[in-house]
């Protein structure tokens, strides 16, 4: 069925060949890759680029938390045995990672695009499937679900926390790993009069992003909406993530680093749906994109945004 979700395994031929093929499409707009299933949804590419910063953007996170690769406190149902949910899941380089720390745990990734490897840990499984929609899975079914680097694109929080809950097992937990988009700095090399055409971008995106349903701030306000979603214990743990290479200290330094290159490598294909939304060119989005460029490589501008990892528990 057209709403069924398509499970990636390493032995392929159990699927009929037109399955497979359709899963796997791709459509193209202006040069740049993007999901064919439920088409639009989503505004950023899944191109190789794409793929290529996903994994970046997971070595900065495990550089941010010292190699942590969540907060909740699940570590000893993991290494005793458990079900995990991956939403979101990319490349599926965290479930994958984490698939071979914890045998004893089933891993499951779910993604609009099927650019997951098939040779994986025999316990981590992944599916094309929009979680936004209703999930096949029973209830109380997970003891952790993991969302990172997808809440601004996410159009009814209420309503997928809400299926969250019911598919937590009692007492799972559920964590989300999120950049705040809020452009910061702690010195005077970046002022509200300073031109700064990063700034005026990350304003661009964050309007043009609204066109799609999504909240490139959202991060800001969970706390509260897991508490009012009923939420128990929920923590909230923050990290400062350099853009570029100002940083003295070595491993900040490197953040900055990957933050920087999975900016400036996906800058093209992430930004062009949410400005076309709001009107743009072509031309006038390549033209504003070369000084967003050169405003990423000054390094005289010390900015930052802040990774948050909050987490919240279900209820006994």
Known sequence: EDNAPFVFDQDMSKYPASMTSSIREHVYEGGVRYHAYKSGKYALPNDEVEQERDDMKHAMCLLLTQGAYFYAPVGPVLEAG?????????????????????????????????????????????????????????????????????????????????????????GGYVEFQELCFNLRSDDDSLTPETPYAFRDYINYMGAGMRMYGGDIYAIRNLPDVLKEAGFEEVQERTHKCPI????????????????????????????????TALGWTELQIEMFLVDVRKALMNSDIHTYFTFHLVHGRKPL
């Open 82 to 170: 458990g079900e995990v949910l991956d939403l979101g899941t990319g490349t599926g380089i965290w479930p994958i990672e984490l698939g071979d720390k914890y045998p004893n745990t089933t891993f499951t990734g779910i993604d609009l695009s099927p650019i997951q490897p098939n040779f994986v840990p025999e316990n981590v499984h992944f599916f094309v499937d929009d979680f936004e929609e209703e999930w096949v899975d029973p209830e109380n079914k997970y003891d952790f679900i993991h969302i990172r680097h997808t809440l601004w694109a996410i159009r009814d929080l209420k309503t997928l926390l809400g299926r969250v809950m019911r598919h937590l097992k009692p």
């Open 244 to 275: 570029g290479l100002w940083p003295q200290d070595k491993r900040l330094r490197l953040c900055g680093l990957f933050l920087r290159t999975a900016i400036m490598d996906g800058i093209r294909g992430f930004s062009r749906r949410p400005l």
